[in-house]
């Protein structure tokens, strides 16, 4: 396997900013976790857009399916805020054999109490062993990405079907 | 989804002991992460054997086939020291209609640059995905129990077939 | 000794928080810092103000004094946040008979590259030894109220003496 | 201030080791620490011994005692294994002008919780602001070498004359 992995921005990667300070970015969490946990498989971390997930647009989302279907591999793990992973998802529904997982973190991945270890712990599972198509791993869940929405009140990503 | 977890000890689970005390497991780090992580699904983290593998016996392995043969659901994930995650997989080969997925860490979970947190994202997200029978998740991949070696020098495993 | 520690809000305090939501301040980072490391005295930790330090007014600073010359002890220090320490200070230098140390961080005590760990230690050691005063202790040094200033570019606390 | 740390071993420096492992002392973490709080004065980390403290010999204090006597500045701190911090204190009591503070951690810097930053602060304050001499830091308390002892049972030091 040789994994993409796209840092588009978003909790995962904030890091501390203060009234002061401009809104900041930092290098993608996901690079340090996979040299960290010495993951045995080949990947490529690109950072791109650098945005809070509400400010994306629907050009950002073109420009990532077009790096995504430029990618000579199949498996592809997209970092991204929490907020709009949905609205991405269905764009990246375009690209074909592909086997893209989408993840972020609720809180940054430089916090002693981060979900963004585990979260792409489960994305990178998740990306080897499904087949081809969009998804979105969030607590410990895969899901479609059609089929999910995030309960801002719980801090959790719940499946449509059960009656938020 | 109703997971069972079996913290059997290992790496994952030690707490800092000096020269002066004795070996000690602290609680396990599966049920702080599963709970920090906000999973959405329902698990339970049993705590038993306690030992380091290098010491585990055959009658312990017995003892945790019974125990995942006697669980009423299908997915099981066991933290588990990394030396001898081989031998209780073997065993483990046994329990029929499970899917057990057996991991652990290199660095202990209390650490600040643990693998504990990714290695159980591994688990729980392949736990989920695959078909009956035992892996073993380490360094973000899956093996199948019968094919996996742990090269110490790298720290790292790798597939028997990788030439080692 | 009896030491009162009044948590004034501030980055060291501040919880990770999103664009959709309000403004947080945590329980004290001081409390869980205090009583993980087994400090060997008495100490109360006091949570009040709870705002953003730029937005603390004169009413905010006399409530403080007023609360530092009610204590009972001599031993105070104020965790506050690191843009107008300065100020609160020299409103500080009113009262008599006490030691008074405010201290900060540039980094919230949630992250794992935090200074408050670090911080809070010099204050606790600056609060034993020092005559009756009011100091400020960032990066490792001890200042006097009357002759310090933050260097935002530099991310560190510097005498005025030191030709900025 | 020029500051001089002599690193000397014992559990504030340990990296995790197995049972199939050999002892190891890692790179000094009062570097690491030292940088990251951007503590604003001149340092120096030397790294010595490493050895578990209960393995010191009398030889080895005479090595660190001439390292201290050598030693061109005023200021130096030992980062030291908590079981006979006291022994090496008595011998550095020969020192001539210096300000010699002794400190080390019950967790090693490592670990999320650790108390190893807080303690190397009470120790940067300490070596300020005392007078010539030996002193031992630990629990945020600054003791006399010739006046405190380990409470093991306790996890920490106390004054010999709070009645242990």
Redesign the interface.
Known sequence: MKLLVLAIGG?ID?V?F???SDYQIGTPAATE??Q??????DFEVRQMISK?S?EMTDADRQEILSVVQDHSGKHVIITHGT?TMVETGQVLNQAAHKTIVIMGA???A????T?A??????????V???SEGVYL??????YDVDRVVKN?A?????DLGEGL
Chains 1, 2, 3, 4 share one sequence.
Do not use: H, S, W
């Open positions: 909790t904030k501390y203060d009234a002061l976790i996979l960290r946990v010495k993951v045995n498989f809070d509400l907020d609720m809180q940054p430089i916090m002693k109490l979900d270890d585990f979260n792409l712990g489960v994305a990178v599972a998740a080897q062993t499904l791993c969030m607590n410990g869940r895969i801002r719980e801090g959790q990503f719940q």
